[in-house]
């Protein structure tokens, strides 16, 4: 077999995906685009490839040996956004999952162990691929050596052989280091010769083969100027060459044959991906885990239970093939207690009074497994699960929100409970997923069902060791079943008016692609990158943000930077929106409500946040999106149940920023909130040091985009992006606002040493968030683990509040015998339905609750409207 070896350039790729994907982050904030995009990469690579053996070689520090020769080499590199260093931990990460090897060395770059190495290996008779985005490597392709380069994204590769560099320069592979010494680099800050660019170089180099001989014959060179260019700048041309040549000589001390690359370990890979929520990446991986040990059942299957099948039982356990639980059937049900299990088999169990009896019994205690989930489950097929004392799902989930479990048997792991099989393993994945005999699912089941009690013992004392009971018993437990009634019931659409909204889309999209294909010139495929590029960058002349081979990047950030432009670019920009909007949402929202209802049955995932923070699936109602005028008006299909009713919604005012003020405790802060000022405003006026009167609306934009950006930790990098400023004006922005507000940046600094002595901070209602990263030797990681620290609390606190008014509300409704149902949390607002005589009421009790779910220094404020839709009540 044909031994190849594969180097790649770590950082490099790592940057090209950074730059290349949008910035995206998984639940817990950690930011992910770098490592999907090496993902990406590397998927594709191993499996175009086949290597025999691979190494990643990563630069090792900002110093190397070039720093001596020219202490401005690479000086003019904007430093590296936190957002991309902190994911370079996780794509060692994913290496190490892959088991492939990875290297740096002090002093040298990634390139020049690349060099090193695939000398070496070509001596020893191995075919080598490089893969970097970085055009400097391809100096090494040889008959044995081929450099394949990122273009265009990740996976679209240039390869690079001798003959390709022929064609493309008309020069071999080692004068590109010549052309680099001629022309220099601006990326790396080689300066080369003043005056000479590349198609100079070229030409200079086909006459006289390198810059030594170049040098050797100034007097040949045709042009006056071009020659005293030459002469005046001999060294500087000497000494760039030597700073773009790659070292082949590092002192590695390593054999290739410990490169060998053997494959991925799936369980390390799939538990990686989970927890950076890869859900395309985890499609792909099986596991291949099974149980340490696994439990010996004695449980009974039975078919017609009796009221004495009960009698000891306090844990039950509904099993269920698909995670939409609003429509999946039940494959059986699992009660266990006292020893003694029984298992209950498919729907049939329905039709039991004995069952269904000791269900309603709220005297009858029971512990089960996703409460929401459960109770939704029996209810429809009749039964109301009363009685619910414990949920091992949502214990688990407060004593250690970092940890995301895919199933019973991952988080029965999480607290001692090694012996249940994973659901994988008993029903397989994806499509092949699909129940095995009876005797096989309940036994399974039935395991669940018995270590529910176990595990009620072990998460109640965990739950008591964090001082988490109160959270737990007075806030997740009864929201659970809150939002059960909420994902019960349902929100209506009015799908006649959804379809109408999806011709007028269709209308208006037809006139944007006309109108734009009026401003063009010329009719073109919008949805075409190949052929947007050529529109916008060569018949209308626009400067080209991200060029390749292969055409121009027209990605959303490369077309907002190009708006003020040329206005055929926010067409473009609201023309994708618009279609996003009629294929995402109206048709996706039609395609989901019931056909006989008309409602939507979102699903809320109380579970899943670090914050503490809802979010919805299925679909999801919290991302509608309102920044066009046609997206907000989607709202108008959703109605009330009745035509004698309205949508109420209610949303509390800049509670984070409030929040915020609280905890930290300064006194412009809370001052501002006590005296009702514009929060922006008044930020404006003392960042900006201007009266009311002299803050323009431009002044407020960015004391609004800094407000919020200190709440989620915004880096000057990514206040810049959000402002379309330079990082220097970014970070004395911010530097302005904590000198404004001292009780935050003494906050920030006492949070942060709170969580490196706990290992975690917690919100004002006591919830944890654990940060292993604070204490982190990786200067990167650590400062993720720093912003971390100080927007959980800020957050967090906000969830909980508005998870207490959810509570208060819904008690005061029940109180006060009203008929108005919560229909939906979206962030930081509740949506009613509400029958027309219960307005008063609703006007007078909304607020009043809400605004007094906590206490805090400042008051909650909440706004609220009503009409007949859901967009009229904003």
């Known amino acids: 077999m044909e031994k190849k070896l594969v180097l790649i350039d770590g950082n490099s790729i790592a940057y090209r995906a950074f730059f290349a994907l949008p910035l995206l982050s998984n639940s817990k904030g950690i930011h992910t685009n770098a490592v999907y995009g090496f993902a990406m990469m590397l998927n594709k690579m191993l499996k ?30 904007q430093k590296t956004p936190p957002e991309l260093s902190e994911q370079f931990s996780y794509v060692r990460e994913l290496l190490k999952a892959h088991g492939i090897p990875y290297f ?63 064609e493309k320069y008309g020069l071999s592979p080692l004068q590109i280091i010549d052309m680099k010494g001629l022309m220099g680099d601006a990326s790396d800050n080689i300066p080369g010769v003043p005056g000479v660019g590349e198609k100079t170089a070229i030409k200079l180099l086909k006459q006289f083969h390198s810059v030594e001989q170049l040098l050797q014959s100034i007097d040949q060179v045709s042009g006056a100027k071009l020659k005293e260019k030459l ?26 044959d410990r490169l060998t690359y053997s494959g991925a370990n799936d369980d390390e890979l799939y538990d990686l991906y989970r927890d950076l929520e890869f859900k395309t990446l985890l499609d792909g991986i099986q596991r291949t885990s099974e149980p340490d040990e696994a439990v010996d059942v004695d449980f009974d299957i039975v078919h017609h239970p009796e009221p004495a099948h009960f009698e000891q039982a306090d844990a039950v356990y509904v099993e269920m093939m698909d995670v939409n639980y609003h429509k999946a059937p039940v494959a059986g049900i699992a009660v266990s207690g006292s020893g003694r299990t029984i298992f209950l088999p498919g729907e049939s169990v329905f039709e039991s009074t004995a069952f269904k009896q000791w269900a309603e019994n709220a005297s009858a205690r029971k512990t089960v497994y996703d409460a929401k989930r459960t109770v939704i489950a029996l209810r429809r097929h009749g039964i109301e699960l009363k009685g619910i004392d414990f949920d091992i799902f949502l214990a688990s989930y407060l004593i250690n929100p970092a940890e995301s479990p895919e199933d019973f048997a991952a988080t029965a792991r999480l607290h001692g409970e090694n012996g249940i099989a994973p659901d994988e393993a008993v029903y397989g994945k994806g499509a092949k997923r699909a129940l095995p005999e009876e005797a096989v699912y309940a036994k399974h089941v039935s395991a669940k069902a018995e270590a529910l009690s176990r595990l009620d013992d072990t998460c109640r004392r965990e739950l008591t060791e964090n001082s988490q009971n109160e959270l737990f018993d007075e806030l997740e437990l009864p929201l659970a079943l809150i939002l059960a009634d909420m994902e019960s019931e349902g929100v209506r659409v009015d799908t006649v008016r959804l379809n109408e909204m999806g011709t007028e889309l269709k209308r208006r999209l037809a006139e944007m692609e006309a109108t734009i294909h009026g401003l063009a010139g010329t009719d073109f495929n919008i949805n075409s990158p190949k052929q947007l590029g050529v529109i916008l960058f060569e018949k209308l002349g626009l400067p080209a943000v991200k060029k390749t081979k292969t055409g121009y990047s027209t990605s959303a950030d490369v077309l907002e930077k190009l708006a003020p432009a040329h206005e055929i670019v926010q067409y473009i920009l609201d023309y994708r929106q618009i279609g996003k909007l009629q294929s995402t949402y109206i048709e996706g929202l039609l395609k989901v409500a019931d056909p006989d209802t008309h409602k939507i049955h ?35 299909a959703f109605i009330p149940e009745k035509a004698d009713s309205v949508m109420f919604a209610a949303d509390y005012s800049q509670i984070e920023l409030r929040v915020l003020a609280h905890i930290s405790g300064d006194e412009k802060l809370i001052d501002a909130f006590q005296q009702g000022l514009d929060i922006h405003t008044a930020t404006a006026m003392e960042v900006f040091h201007v009266e009311e009167s002299g803050v323009t609306s431009n002044m407020r934009r960015q004391a609004k985009a800094v407000n919020f950006g200190i709440v989620y930790g915004i880096s000057d990098y990514g206040l810049s992006q959000n402002l379309g400023i330079t990082r220097k004006d970014a970070a004395e922005f911010i530097d302005r606002y904590l000198n404004t507000y001292p009780g935050v940046k003494e906050y920030m600094d006492s949070i942060i040493r709170e969580a490196k002595e706990k290992g975690f901070v917690t919100t004002l209602l006591n919830r944890r968030r654990y940060i292993p990263e604070i204490t982190s030797r990786n200067f990167n990681l650590r400062s993720f683990g720093e912003r971390t620290a100080m927007n959980t609390p800020i957050q967090g606190s906000a969830a909980d509040i508005i998870k207490k008014a959810m509570i208060d509300v819904a008690e005061r409704l029940e109180r006060e015998k009203l008929t108005s149902k919560l229909l939906l949390q979206v962030h930081d607002e509740l949506i009613f339905d509400v029958p027309k005589e219960e307005i008063d009421q609703m006007e007078r009790i909304v607020p009043e609750v809400m605004e007094h779910a906590f206490e805090l220094d400042v008051p909650l404020k909440v706004d609220y409207s009503f009409g007949p839709t859901w967009y009229d009540a904003k």
């Open 231 to 256: 002469t005046d700048n001999q060294e500087m041309a000497v000494m760039s060459k030597k700073l773009a040549t790659i070292l082949r000589s590092v002192p590695l001390d390593m054999a290739i």
């Open 602 to 636: 979102t699903r809320f995932n109380q579970a899943l946040t670090q914050t503490g923070r809802l979010s919805s699936t299925d679909p999801n109602l919290q991302n509608i999106p309102i920044r066009l005028e046609e997206g907000r008006k989607i709202r108008q």
């Open 48 to 77: 175009d490839e086949q290597p025999t053996h691979i190494l990643v070689a990563f630069d090792a520090g900002k110093t190397t040996f070039r720093h001596e020769t020219f202490k401005e080499y690479k000086g003019t590199r």
């Open 104 to 166: 740096e060395l002090e002093n040298y770059e990634a390139d020049d162990i690349i060099g090193t190495l695939s000398l070496q290996a070509e001596k020893e008779g191995y075919q080598v691929k490089v893969y970097s985005g970085d055009k400097d490597l391809t100096q090494l392709a040889t008959d044995k050596t081929t450099v394949c380069i990122t273009r265009k994204g990740i996976t679209d590769i240039e390869v690079y052989t001798p003959e390709h560099v022929q």
